[in-house]
């Protein structure tokens, strides 16, 4: 009796081993365990590119552009399209002696409509060097983000007596929007920036 009970079970055990065998659940759980990895994939390679695209934006080398804002979304209505101005730039002093490490201090005054970001005053001197003054927004001495005054202190080669001539000026606001204000339009302007090395018993009057 317990003899002819037992094939049955036997049979009915093998009957389900091949149905489970053949059975396409198995094969669509592992076709998306493929899908979920096909997925992570492609994201990682987007991520990639969007990575490669934001440092060709924002640097240069392997130093950041300090005139470029971080991108972020605008809460204004109305977008910000216009460039900072220029109210006012300053140069002390004028001439710095020949071998002597004095600094020189250069204000710029700057309005925006929105929020000034920063600037970049670029010099050109004897012999073709050249020498940069930044602008950060946290340099600011006095007045606003949309109306204040920034400081930069620079110091030039003072081993070659001549004319440093400020060549450009960017000014960039938190936008991405910027002005560059080249030497000509600077002069017409009625700005003066240049800065001269002398011998410490000469004059201005060699080099105007």
Do not use: C
């Not at 004028?94 to 004095?102: K, L, R, T, V």
């Not at 340099?139 to 450009?168: C, F, M, V």
Request: aromatic share 8%; no cysteine; hydrophobic share 40%.
């Amino acid at each position: 009796m317990n003899r002819i009970s037992v094939f049955p079970t036997l049979i009915f055990a093998f009957i389900l081993l091949a149905i489970a065998s053949n059975t396409p659940a198995f094969g669509s759980v592992t076709e998306y365990g493929r899908s979920v990895e096909d997925l992570i994939g492609a994201f990682s390679i987007e991520k990639t590119i969007q990575i490669g695209g934001s440092s060709q934006d924002f640097l240069s080398g392997s130093e950041a552009d300090p005139l470029s804002p971080p991108r972020r979304l605008s809460s204004s209505l109305m977008a910000d399209d216009q460039a900072p101005s220029l109210a006012g730039l300053v140069i002390e002093p004028p001439s710095i002696p020949a071998n002597y490490s004095q600094p020189v201090n250069i204000t710029l005054h700057a309005i925006d409509d929105q929020a000034f970001f920063g600037a970049e005053a670029r010099f050109t001197g004897p012999g073709g060097m050249e020498a940069v003054a930044l602008f950060p927004s946290a340099s600011i001495t006095a007045g606003s983000a949309k109306d204040g005054w920034y400081n930069a202190s620079i110091i030039l080669p003072a081993n070659q007596t001549g004319e440093w001539r400020l060549e450009s000026l960017t000014m960039v606001d938190r936008e991405g929007n910027r002005r560059i204000l080249l030497e000509k339009e600077l002069e017409e302007r009625g700005f003066d920036a240049n800065i001269f090395v002398v011998q410490p018993d000469s004059t201005l009057s060699q080099f105007t």
